[in-house]
DNA sequence: TTTATTGTACTAATACTTTAATACAACAAT
DNA sequence: ATTGTTGTATTAAAGTATTAGTACAATAAA
C-alpha cells in the first residue's frame, strides 16, 4: 500500500511550553517538512496512535490534521488517514507571491524593529543550511 | 525639549479584523520602525492621548508600550513619555545571530511548508524594497 | 455484508486572553 | 509644595481558546 507509516516522525510535546498541545504538533510537521524527513506522500501517525502516544484526546490531534489540511499541507480522508500533500503547484505566479508576501511582512517588520536590516537578513539567510 | 510629539503617526483600529487592539497598535508602531517613520529618541503618543484618540481605554495602549518595552523597541518613564529606544547595539555578535535566528526559524519553516525554497525567499527579499 | 480502521461532530469544563473601570504612583514644571 | 503630566496596579467582566468525553460516520479490508 506504497507510502510508508511513519517511525520517521518523534513527537513530543512539552506542557510546561505554554504552547498549546495542537500548535506544538503543527510546528513538528512543519519541521519536518522543512527539512524533508517528511514528503511528498508520507503518512502521518493516525488521529488515534499519535493521542494514545502523547496521551492526549484524539480530537487534539484532529486540530493539528485539521489546520495542516486547510492551508493545503496535508490531505485526509476517513478511513484512510493523513497524508503529506503534494506541494502545492502554484500555478498563479501573483498568487504564490501574494503568499509569500503575507507569510514575510510580519518576520521583517519585526526583524526590522530589532534593528535588522534586509541586507543582514539576506546574508543571514545565505548560511541557513549549515 | 528635543523630540517631537507624535503626527508622525496616524494609528487606527480595525475591530472586526480579529487581532486585538493591543496587538494592532504593536504592529503598527514595528512597522512605522521599520520604514523609518519613526527613529530612536522619537516619542510615542501618550497612553491617554492616544487611548482618547482610539476610544479604547488607557490600559490597553499601556500594554502595547509595555511589550515593546519588554523587547527593548521603546522605554517608557512615568511622568515623561514612551520613546523609541537606540537600536540596540549588539555588542555581542554571537547574541546578534541567535536573536536571529530565534525570529527567523518559524518564518522559514512556515515558508517551507508552503514549498518555498530558501532561494526563493531570498530572491523575493532582494526586491522587498520596490 | 461485516468488521476494523480511519477521521469527525457535538458538548462541556477549564483556562487563558483581552478589555475596561477605577484608583494609584512617579516624575516634571512651576 | 503644588499642580499637571506621565505611566501603573488592581480588579472584574466578557469573550475566546484549548482540551477532553463521548458518540458518530466514512472508508477499506476481509
Redesign the pocket.
Known sequence: ?GADLVPKLQFSLDPKS?V????QIILQIEMAIADNRLTQGDQ?P????LAVDL??????V??A??EL?IRGIVN???????FISDKPVMIDDVEKERILAEITRPFISKASSYGFTIGEIIDFLKEWGD
Chains 1, 2 share one sequence.
Open positions: 500500500m505554554g498549546p498541545y495542537y500548535k502521518l493516525t488521529v488515534r496512535s496521551q492526549i484526546n484524539p480530537n487534539t484532529a486540530r490534521y485539521n489540511e485526509t480522508q476517513q478511513g484512510t488517514g493523513t
